[in-house]
Each structure stands twice: as C-alpha cells, then as structure tokens.
C-alpha cells in the first residue's frame, strides 16, 4: 500500500494483528528487525505519512519489549526524519517527536552507555538537530544511568563528545536545583560550558517592540512574512497571547502566520512563549490578572488549537529558571493541568473507560474511537481560524490515530514534570496536587515501577528528609493499577497498611520479620519456588518474575520512612541476627539476595 501511494486508511484489526505479530520477537519476517531496517525506511520513501504516523504509534503504544539496539536505531531515524521538509506538518512532527521522547525516556539505566558508546563516532546521529527538548530529556536519561549504574567515578569521559555536539546543536544551560543532582561529571560540564542566556527584562521589551509593529503594519503580505521570518525573534506566540488578552477576535493573518512558521520552527517560539509567561506572572500584580492570564492561556490549548497541552508543559518544565521563576514556571504548569476541566475531564474519561491491557480486549478500537468523538484533537489552529473569520474547516488532511491521545502523550512528560517538581523543595504540596488528579494515568504507563525505582534512587538525597511526599508518589503511581493487578503483586501487605494510614501517621518502624518476609519473598521467587503473579509477561515491563520481584523490592525498601542505614541494616541482620529463622540449605541464596538488592538500591540500603 505504501510503495503505491494508497491514501486509504489501514483497517483496526490489521494494525492490530500486526502489531500482534510483532511482539513475537521468533517470527523473524514479521519481526522488529524487518520493521526496522526495511518497513520503515519503504514507508519514508515512499511518502506514505497515514502508514508512517500509524506504524511509529504502533511502536509507542503496542510493542513492550524491544532490543535497545533496536530502540537507538529508531531514534536515530527519527531524528532523519525530523529534519525533512515533507515532515514539517504539525500533527506527523508531533508524533515523531513524542516517539523520540519515549524512546530517550524509556532507555534502560544499563542500556545507555552501551548503546550510545555505539555512536561516538558520529554522535550527531543521536541527537537533534533543532529540538532543544529532546536533547535535554537525553541529558536527564544519561545522568539518570550513570547515577543508577554507580559509574559516575568511571564513567564521565564516555558521554563527553555527545555533549560537545549537543550544546552545538542547541546550546542551553541548566537551573541549580536540577544541575546539582546530575553526577559531578556533568555538573561539571555544563558549568565548563555556559550557554548565553537571555535578559527577561530585554525579552519583555522585544515583545513589546513586535507588539507595537503587529498593530502598525497594515500589509498582510509583510506581516506574514516578517512575523514567520526565522531571522525575526520567535516571539509570534507572545504576540498572540497578548492580542487574546485584549480581545477575543483577532485577523486572518494570525493563522496564516502560524502556518507559514511551520511545525518544526513553532517548537522555538513556544520556548520563547514559555519564558515570557514566567516573566509575565512574576511580575504580575492581582488575582484577577493571573486568571485572566491562565484562562486566555488554556484557550490558545483548548479553544483555538494553537499549542498541544503536552508540548508547552514539556517545554516550560525544561527552561532553567532560578529561584522565584521557578517556583512560577511550576505555578503555570499547575494552573495548565488543573484550573480549568478541559485536561481532568479527559483523563477521568480515558482511565474510567480504557485498560492498558489491549492483548484481553476486544473492543480497544471502539472505544479508542469514542473517546476522539467527545475530545476531537485539531492540529491545524482551526479554532483560531474560526475567530479570525476562515472557518474552521482545515485544509490539511488528517493522519489516521489507532492508538494514541492526549492522555497518553502526556505520560512521558508528566514522568519530566515530576521529576522537576522533586528537585524543588518549595513546590512539593503542588505535586501532590498533581498526583491527587492526574495519578491515575500512571494506570497506562508502560513501566511505572521502573520509572518509581528510578525516581526513588535518583532523587534519594531530596526525598530521605521528605516520607510524606515519597509515600504519595509511590500510593498515586502503584495504586493506579489497583483495578488490573492483584493484591500483593508490587507491594506488601505491610507496606499497603502503612500506605492507607492518615497522612499525618507516617512514623512507621518496620521489625525484623518485616524484612524476614520481604527478603525471603525475593529468596523464594529467584529460585523459582514462588508462585508467580497472573501477569503475561510478552506484554509486562518485566520479561520474567526474578525481575518482577528485585524491582519491587527495591522499590519498596527505597520508600521506606527510615534511614538507608536502618535499612541497610535491617537487611543485613536478617541473616548475621535471625539466622535461625532460615533453613541452612539456603543461608547462601538469602545471603546472595540480600547483596544484590543492597547493590541495587546503592546509596538508600
């Protein structure tokens, strides 16, 4: 169909079918390799976009275990693609790059170095060109890995060519608060290597320069080209926003503008916009100033289609301000997400009517179609065009969507946001906040107790003095898959009782049987003796139980409301102390285990 230029939508069940197929990694003509190496690159070249949208969809949300070296190749085709003309449409560019984002974030810790080590060569293979999002969101994942792994002392030296590349391609700087968690190898880079960086002040001036010459000019002709020119500042978007605030109507250019600056250059202004609402609710004054601001803000999402809700929330959780600003640029994100219904609604219907578990149902198709019926997505600002007197009918044909939503894109920077919320003490209730309403899309999220093992081992050293916060992150993301997973198939019995207490009672000091039994759990399940969860493992994060359970286990030790020592400890006395308690035959499997969760919980145990 691609090589002969079909426009016809594939039907559900076969993207369905072969979606199927590929999950069987021992079908090597239907298998990833072929989708790879041959399918895709047959699906590019013959501008086949539908299939191309549909087939990178397919890949984000219906294929759960595939060979890193496979998942950089992509990423490496990606970024190919991401440069091309034909690929400057917004929701096609939209796609490929939160394809790209899942696949940085979603790089195992121990897969990272191996992989990109494979690329020093040529590094620019796996970065972006143009976008300064997907380039920092690999910095996170390398610090990450290297953190995790223990390989900071070692490991400094590896990366250090794909960061020389990756500040060229789109110099930027970092705020405190995250570069003081990076591992010193990269802290020390960043400071080694400042980017420049803009005066609010200047920007709120060059803002209103442009402003002033919008309302001068009279040439529609002049106005689009100088307003979409890419030498002209990237401030098109502040100009809009400003025009929205004054009034509810604006003219025919304003589309046309936006249309002509393109997909791949509106990601700019959006960077550009992201800053300026922080300097515009700093130094904002009045209550009924901000909700004017917030509310003209989620009508540029909602009402007139001009951002994607998921684009400018990534884009403000990775600027680097400082102290003040920052606590704002989270404000804004809070405000984004919760003042209005729009995003709520859309997430109480998507997790009320849908499972992650696609593989049990039958009906995925009509219900994915039901819930785009009640929430149309539009990339093409037909709403603006609507206000401005065009109509609202779009000129650009839609791609076909089996499998994705708002809901889901989100996922991938909600895991950003958190991140950042984390690293700022300040905002903690606000995060709590968040994981109050949005928690439960964590329901769908394609490995969350490897995203909670991540986030509690990276982020020890801002958590250990905070349990309350660490206990909510770990009830909202768990407790997300209640309806779909047994009792017991993450966290113990202990620890749910100590999850449902009163916030306020988090004074928790688990005894030695407490960790007789959860080390004993891990004895029993790597040997084999235990029985394993109901879980089909083709489609779980996990590829068997010994995996299941060490994860589990570290995650559960992490969020533990004491000490690493005590834990530590602990562990250790199961079998130095309670010795007796354990069969002689297995003394060297418990000790065994006891080291390798140690190992795997580094600095907490």
């Known amino acids: 169909m691609a090589g002969n230029k079909q426009s016809v939508a594939l039907a559900p069940a076969l993207v369905e079918t072969y979606s199927r197929l590929l999950v069987y990694m021992e079908i090597e003509s239907l298998g990833i390799k072929g989708f790879i190496s041959q399918l895709l690159p047959s699906v590019f070249k013959s501008h086949a976009w539908g299939i191309l949208h549909t087939l990178l ?38 796609c490929v790059e939160t394809t790209a984002l899942r696949l940085i974030t979603g790089l195992g810790s121990v897969e990272v170095q191996p992989q990109l080590s494979r690329f020093l060569n040529d590094p620019k293979q796996l970065l972006s060109a143009e976008s300064e999002e997907l380039n920092r969101a690999l910095v996170l994942t390398i610090a990450r890995a290297m953190h995790v792994t223990g390989s900071e002392s070692i490991a400094g030296n590896w990366c250090k060519e794909i960061l020389n590349i990756l500040i060229q391609n789109t110099p930027h700087n970092w705020a405190s608060h995250t570069l003081s968690c990076f591992p010193a190898a990269i802290q020390q880079f960043f400071r080694q290597n400042p980017a420049p960086q803009e005066n609010r002040a200047m920007l709120k001036k060059n803002v209103e320069d442009e402003f002033k010459k919008w309302k001068a000019m009279t040439n529609e002709s002049e106005m689009v080209n100088h307003f979409s020119n890419p030498a002209t500042p990237s401030l098109f978007l502040c100009i809009l ?94 405000l984004l997400l919760l003042k209005t219904s729009e995003f709520r609604n859309r997430v109480s219907d998507f997790v009320k009517e849908n499972s992650p578990e696609h593989w049990l149902q039958t009906d995925w198709h009509a219900k994915h179609m039901a819930f785009h019926r009640k929430y149309p997505e539009k990339f093409y600002h037909e709403g603006l065009q609507e206000i401005s007197g065009m109509g609202s009918t779009s000129v650009h044909q839609y791609l076909p969507i089996y499998f994705g939503n708002v809901c889901l894109r989100f996922l991938p920077v909600f895991d950003i946001v958190i991140h950042r919320f984390l690293e700022l003490p300040p905002v903690s209730k606000s995060l709590e906040t968040l994981l109050d309403h949005l928690g439960s ?14 986030t509690l081992h990276y982020y020890e050293r801002r958590l250990r003095d905070r349990p309350p916060l660490k206990r909510k992150l770990v009830a909202a993301i768990i407790g997300s898959l209640k309806d779909i997973r047994p009792p017991g198939w993450c966290l113990s019995t202990d620890y749910m009782k100590f999850v449902s207490k009163p916030i306020e009672e988090i004074n928790w000091v688990p005894d030695h049987h407490y960790y007789h039994r959860m080390i004993g759990k891990l004895v029993e399940t790597i040997s084999g003796k235990a029985s394993a969860p109901n879980i089909d493992w083709r489609f779980n994060e996990f590829p068997n139980p010994a995996a299941h359970s ?56």
């Open 441 to 454: 899309l964590y329901k769908f999220h394609d490995r969350p107790v490897t995203y909670l093992y991540n």
């Open 57 to 94: 969809e397919m890949f984000s949300y219906r294929l759960h275990h595939i060979q890193p070296h496979y998942r950089v190749q992509l990423l490496s085709h990606l970024h190919s693609l991401a440069s091309v003309p034909q690929t400057n449409q917004h929701q096609l560019h939209l």
């Open 241 to 334: 926003w400003k025009i929205l605030l004054e009034t509810d109507h604006v003219s025919t250019v304003a589309p046309k503008v936006l249309e002509k600056v393109g997909a791949r250059s509106l990601s700019r202004h959006i960077r550009t916009f992201a800053d300026f609402l922080v300097y515009e609710f700093s130094t904002s004054v009045g209550g009924q100033h901000v909700n004017k601001c917030i509310e003209t803000l989620n009508d540029m999402i909602w009402k007139h289609n001009i951002v994607a809700l998921d684009k400018l929330v990534l884009s403000l959780a990775l600027r680097s301000h400082e102290g003040n600003e920052a606590q704002v640029c989270f404000f804004i994100i809070q």
């Open 550 to 605: 060490l994860h589990t286990t570290c995650v559960e030790l992490m969020a533990l409301p004491v000490s690493g020592k005590v834990v530590g400890n602990a562990t250790i006395d199961v079998v130095l102390r309670h010795h007796t308690m354990i069969p002689r035959e297995s003394i060297m499997s418990w000790i065994n285990e006891i080291e390798i969760g140690r190992a795997s919980c580094r600095e907490r145990v």
